[in-house]
């Protein structure tokens, strides 16, 4: 069985869930856990990851926050990447629920020369759901990346796709997604 290389994990949970009425998106249970719960277990637990977000009552768990607060995606990501201590870095947003560990482990084993990103069934890159190279990927931050596009920074890296499996692309963003 091929080792799991090492990598840090940075979890983007700072949204507002504005088209969930700002319900917490991290707390939402799907299938009896939370969406935070099931993002930790596909990285293989919170001692891995850094959470990008405003802190909640979750043991073990390494948060911070991106300047200022609310300041979009890659903001949050910039934020989480000065933590992130491994030459692999895992991407992932707090609300795919169809993210598991093969997720995760198959974008690793994919990681080019900066880096795999999963793909949906329309090939849509899912941004915000990567394995990358960190240096490859700080070296790609802009100074400010306030409201800065995250295709437009990621997808200049050239990643390798990766197609995901039925369900894992599907994020949580209005009630009907529950």
């Known amino acids: 069985m091929e080792r799991t290389p090492d990598f840090s994990a940075v979890v983007l949970a700072g949204g507002r869930g504005s088209r969930l009425g700002g319900v917490d998106k991290a707390l939402l249970v799907v299938d009896g856990r939370t969406l935070l719960d099931r993002v930790l277990d596909a990285v293989g637990g919170?001692?891995?990851a850094v959470v990008v977000?405003?802190?909640r009552d979750v043991p073990g768990v390494r948060w911070a926050r991106e300047e200022p607060p609310g300041g979009g995606p890659l903001a949050g990501l910039a934020a989480g990447l000065r933590h992130a201590a491994a030459e692999l870095v895992v991407v992932l947003a707090v609300d795919q629920p169809g993210v598991t560990r093969s997720t995760v482990d198959r974008l690793l084993a994919a990681?080019?020369?900066a880096g795999a990103v999963l793909v949906d069934a329309g090939g849509r890159p899912q941004w915000l759901t990567g394995a990358w190279r960190a240096d490859r990927l700080r070296a790609a931050m802009p100074a400010d990346p306030?409201?800065?596009s995250a295709r437009s920074v990621l997808g200049a890296l050239d990643p390798v796709h990766v197609p995901a499996l039925p369900g894992e692309a599907r994020d949580v963003d209005t009630p009907a997604d529950l």
């Open 46 to 48: 919170p001692g891995r």
């Open 53 to 55: 977000g405003p802190p």
């Open 111 to 113: 990681v080019g020369d």
């Open 146 to 148: 306030r409201d800065a």
